[in-house]
């Protein structure tokens, strides 16, 4: 009998590089629909930590 692992689906790396695809994948959608600056996304995704704003929602 094969027993698979359960995925980490709470890891760091996994976390990462889902948000890379999805940055690429907003970038290049950004840039085939011509957006002006391309739609203010940076052209390499920023995955540093921040910390939550205080900030009231409008």
Known sequence: MVYFKKPDT???????NNLTVLHAASL???KKMECVDDAGLPAKADLRERKPSTA???
């Open 56 to 58: 009231p929602a409008p």
């Open 28 to 30: 290049a959608v950004a």
């Open 10 to 16: 709470d890891s760091r790396d996994r976390r990462e």
